[in-house]
């Protein structure tokens, strides 16, 4: 059964008031009788100064009356033997001497002194003749009884926000992903409710993506694979050239989805990506461009990054003119203030209006595309994930003249 962390908490508090009361009730009690034992010495001092030896009877009894009346105290002084010299108030017993421990009783204090000559002074007094003594305990436990009220609530707020996070935890668990826990406050609890509603966020988007992307990418396999049976079965019925390479460009079609699918799931989990070596843009660019017969101008740039990740960004934006476009096709590499812009254009029909974001998104088909057109894949799905992991942004763009035209932008590696 799991423990209450209200409970843990709020009895720990309870736990450390008891034990505070406790210390500070001992070191009050031990206090007290240290002062009381001082406040006794000093106060048989007075009485013995007040009260000499060899004063007069008379003027004894006169010390001990005003005494008396001073103190609302009903006081007698005895000889040694036990005879009575003077009294005031009530009559008091010659006390013996296992009784002389000073005491309370109900309000009234009794206390016995013997004088350095023998004789012996008792007293009941009313007000108080001595160190002030209060009961330090059930002061003490009055204010942790106070203060145990006062954190009730406090301590409540605070436990109740970690259930409310706690339980949110266990149904995002168990498959809510959209469930957001709220956010109150700034302290530590709020901050850590935000930090998880950001990671839950994160991972229910890359949890969407993937399955998107899985959707898809079935979608999309069909195709060649389909391709794939009808050839083979055609050659199986009349061999010949043209059926082999069929063949063989279905499978290559299939082999380029699959690395694409790979590709993209690697980028999406933030796996490591060497970014130290320095690479000559516009010869890479050159490289690609003879490939794919695409002419490549512009300045010599470098650039921060992987460059097999660059070849292949540079490689799909040529791939994906070549393939949604029309000729003429050109690229450009030139240098912008701090940064360094690659572009690649066709003079093709263009991306309606309102798409030109949607076709970075994985297999994005176009309004009124033909599914036996196929859609736009994972090519610039791919050319967005690789620049964002160098530091670069890519945009559409819709140039005068007609066609389209994308371009990366990166930091100079300078």
Do not use: C
Not at 121 to 129: D, K, T
Not at 256 to 274: A, G, K, T
Not at 361 to 366: A, C, G, I, L, S
């Amino acid at each position: 059964m799991r423990h209450s962390l209200f409970l843990k908490v709020y009895l720990t508090l309870l736990a450390s008031l008891v034990v505070l009361a406790l210390a500070s009730g001992m070191f009050v009690h031990f206090s007290d009788d240290e002062d009381e034992r001082g406040w006794s010495g000093r106060r048989d001092a007075v009485l013995a100064a007040l009260l000499p030896a060899e004063a007069d009877p008379a003027e004894t009894r006169i010390v001990v009356r005003r005494l008396g009346e001073a103190f609302k105290a009903d006081i007698a002084l005895f000889e040694s033997d036990g005879d009575t010299i003077a009294t005031v108030g009530e009559p008091l017993a010659f006390p013996r001497e296992h009784s002389w421990q000073s005491y309370r009783k109900g309000k009234l204090r009794h206390f016995v002194t013997r004088l350095p000559d023998g004789r012996v002074l008792a007293a009941r007094v009313g007000i108080p003749f001595g160190p002030s003594r209060t009961n330090a305990l059930v002061w003490l436990a009055l204010i942790a009884g106070v203060t145990a009220i006062a954190a009730w609530p406090i301590v409540r707020h605070l436990t109740r926000r970690l259930e409310r996070l706690r339980h949110g935890v266990e149904a995002w668990g168990q498959g809510d992903l959209a469930l957001r826990v709220p956010v109150k406050g700034k302290d530590e609890v709020a901050a850590v409710s935000a930090t998880f509603n950001r990671a839950a966020e994160r991972i229910e988007k890359l949890i969407a993506a993937h399955r998107s992307l899985l959707a898809n990418a079935s979608h999309e396999l069909r195709s060649p694979l389909a391709r794939l049976r009808m050839a083979i079965d055609l050659y199986e019925q009349q061999p010949g050239e043209a059926r082999k390479e069929e063949i063989v460009r279905n499978l290559a079609e299939l082999d380029e989805l699959v690395e694409e699918i790979l590709l993209s799931s690697r980028l999406d989990h933030n796996q490591p990506v060497d970014l130290s070596q320095s690479v000559d843009l516009l010869a890479l660019a050159a490289e690609e461009g003879a490939r794919n017969g695409i002419g490549v101008t512009g300045d010599a740039a470098t650039v921060k990054g992987d460059p097999r990740l660059l070849a292949r960004l540079v490689r799909n934006l040529m791939q994906n003119a070549q393939r949604h476009g029309a000729a003429p096709f050109d690229a450009q590499v030139r240098k912008v203030g701090a940064t360094v812009e690659l572009s690649v254009r066709d003079h093709g029909e263009g991306i309606a209006d309102g798409e030109g974001e949607r076709v970075f998104e994985p297999f994005y088909r176009p309004t009124g595309r033909a599914e036996a057109a196929g859609g736009w894949g994972l090519g610039l799905a791919l050319v967005r994930q690789i620049a964002e992991r160098h530091g670069a942004t890519v945009r559409h763009e819709r140039p005068s003249g007609g066609g389209t035209r994308f371009t990366v932008s990166f930091p100079a590696a300078d």
